[in-house]
C-alpha cells in the first residue's frame, strides 16, 4: 500500500511540473513573434575612394530580421567591369590574402558585416575614379529575398572610422 501511494503523489508530481512547463511555453511564445522583423535589409553602406586606375571595395551591414536563412549570390555595378564578394584571410607566414567567395550565408536573425580586412565587395577594373562625396547604385542579388538596389555614398576609409567611433 505504501508503494502504491508513493507511486500515486510521485506520478502526480511529474505531471504537475509537466503542466507549468506548458504555461511558460506558451507565455513566451507571443513575446518572440512580436520581436521578429521581416526585412532584409542593408545598412551602412559605403564605397572606398579610389586613387588614379586602381580598384575599390564597397562595405556594408547586412541585416537578416526574417525568420529566414538567406545568402548574398552576387553583386552588380554600373561603376566597375568585375564586381566580386571576397573574405581577407591570413595567408603563409602571417601575410594577409584576399579571395573570392562564392555566396556569404545571412543567418536568420543576424547581421553579418562587410568591412575592411574581412568580408567585402571588391569593384575591378573601374570605369572612371570613384571620389569622396559622390554617390553609386549597386544592386546585391540574394537567393530567397531576391534583387535589393541601394545607393552608397563614398567616404574616405579615416572619416569612416573616425565617425564610426564618434559617440554622444
Not at 575599390?56 to 552576387?74: I, S
Request: charged fraction near 25%; include cysteine.
Amino acid at each position: 500500500m505504501k508503494r502504491i501511494l508513493i507511486s500515486v503523489l510521485a506520478l502526480f508530481l511529474i505531471t504537475a511540473c509537466g503542466t507549468e512547463k506548458k504555461e511558460e511555453m506558451k507565455t513566451e511564445a507571443p513575446a518572440a513573434i512580436e520581436q521578429t522583423s521581416t526585412n532584409l535589409e542593408i545598412t551602412n553602406g559605403w564605397i572606398r575612394p579610389s586613387a588614379k586606375g586602381t580598384n575599390t571595395a564597397f562595405f556594408f551591414d547586412a541585416v537578416n530580421g526574417t525568420d529566414m536563412d538567406d545568402t548574398l549570390l552576387t553583386v552588380e555595378s554600373d561603376i566597375a567591369e568585375v564586381v566580386q564578394v571576397h573574405e581577407t584571410y591570413q595567408a603563409d607566414k602571417g601575410m594577409m590574402g584576399m579571395r573570392e567567395v562564392k555566396g556569404v550565408a545571412i543567418p536568420k536573425d543576424s547581421t553579418v558585416n562587410f568591412k575592411p580586412r574581412g568580408l567585402h565587395i571588391m569593384l575591378i577594373k573601374l570605369k572612371h575614379d570613384v571620389k569622396t562625396g559622390e554617390e553609386y547604385k549597386l544592386k546585391l542579388n540574394f537567393a530567397k529575398k531576391g534583387s535589393l538596389e541601394i545607393t552608397a555614398p563614398v567616404k574616405d576609409m579615416l572619416t569612416k572610422q573616425t565617425m564610426g567611433e564618434h559617440k554622444h
